[in-house]
């Protein structure tokens, strides 16, 4: 009996001391990359994974398909890169708030997701924008907003952590925001628009290509307003300073840009209107 | 420095958010819980059976699940829009009806395991049935659930995040938005440390109720 009291203590330190080691290292690895982090990274380089960050909950970038595997334009982009410069893709579904968590700690090599450039140019390595995007207003088809102006004493809506919110939070749009009767925020679009259907909000800000899915698959449950919160671009954005990686992906997306390839994938997604989107050809050399 | 003081302070402005669904689910779901135990522990059959039915759908169902259904169900169900006044008593109405069917459980563990001799005597001295559920029953039981409404109680305030589900801002949520905004972890930390001290000051407490009830050893 002692002696069962002896291994299960044993038991009981060993795997407490190795969370506390686990739970040390994954805090101190933002502040200060370890070279634990860094010898992880280079087994990486010697596998050549690929593995992309995106949120499984934006559509049509990336997001779970009706038979439960990960899809989307930017993942289809993404394995074509894999396939043309010889790396094993993996696509890693993330937490939208969590990106910059994953990409500094290496768990990601890039965000490859819808992933907006405005607003964030100094904060990441980024390749040359391929879709450019806008922040539209979504007001339900009955509503009696028509413009921007009228959306004053509303409740508006957008994602936590999106560029919607990155936008209005901006000083240029600080008598914008402050007109609202409130602004929330949403976990993800699909309960924004939750939300603007069962009347609890008055308005939703949203990326373009989302607001048009939901435009599309809802049977005129939503108008979009004419006039745009903001226009703004995306690109696929690395960690700051791995322009390795990121030259040899705006090489082959440049590839595939002029044999076609390109286009014929954004074809795939015609339904969320990506193909007026795309403005790769005006980058491409 | 000004910045972590910064975070903490924004972090905070949060925890008012929180501690209200906490305090509300206290007030209701305890009495609840007790009426639900009682209804549990009627002779009626009809009673007995549907508070059973109605413990293990709570209890079987995400608390995400239920909060989803309270805040969406009024539209999607009757067409009724309530605007965004209803989201605080969605979810007021749903951690307490969660958390009262966990509650009814313990009350009734605690009210069966009370032996059959203190309703003899207490037969014997002439008390009627609520006398004697009110006087010698119900104070036995309330000393021998502390410890594992305590449990719910800690659970409660940690689970009080899930109430971002329905877009209600609270603590977690704030300093995930800060972490989110300023690439670092230690909004999160702070949000740990106020979960745990919150947590310490419960435990505290209810460490001290169950000493004060600890009169006859």
Known sequence: MKNLKTVLSTLFLIVFS???????????????ETTATKEIKETVAQKKTFTVGFDAEYPPYGFVADDGSYKGFDLDLASEFCKRAGYEFKAQPIDWNSKDLELNQGNIDCIWNGFTVTGRENDYTWTFPYVDNSIVLVVRSDSKIEKKA???????????????????????????????????QCPDYNSGFMNLESGMIDCLAVDIGVAKFHLNSSNGKFKQLSENLSSEQYAVGFKKGNTKLRDEVEKVISEMWKDGTFIKIAENYKDYSLTDMICLGEYVK | MNNITDIIIRVFS???ASSIIFFSTIIFSLPLGLLITFARMSKLKVLSGFAGFLISVLRGTPLMLQ???????PFYL???SLGLNWRLPAIIIGFSINYAAYFAEIFRSGIEGIPVGQYEAASVLGYTNSQTFIKIIFPQMVKRVIPPVTNEIIT???????????????????AKQIAAAKATIIPLLVAGIFYYIFNYIVAFVMGRIEKSFNYYK
């Open chain 1, 18 to 32: 190795l969370l506390i080691v686990a739970c040390s290292n994954s805090a101190s690895n933002t502040t200060v």
């Open chain 1, 150 to 184: 009228d959306i004053a004493g509303k409740v508006v809506m957008g994602q936590a952590g999106s560029s919607a919110i990155t936008a209005l939070e901006e000083e240029e749009n600080a008598e914008l925001r402050n007109s609202f009767k409130s602004l929330e």
């Open chain 2, 14 to 16: 949060g925890a008012g």
């Open chain 2, 67 to 73: 909060l989803f259904m309270w805040y969406y169900g």
């Open chain 2, 78 to 80: 009757f067409r009724v």
């Open chain 2, 156 to 174: 409660l305030i940690k689970d009080t995040s899930l109430a971002f589900a329905i877009t209600y801002t609270e603590m977690f949520t704030v």
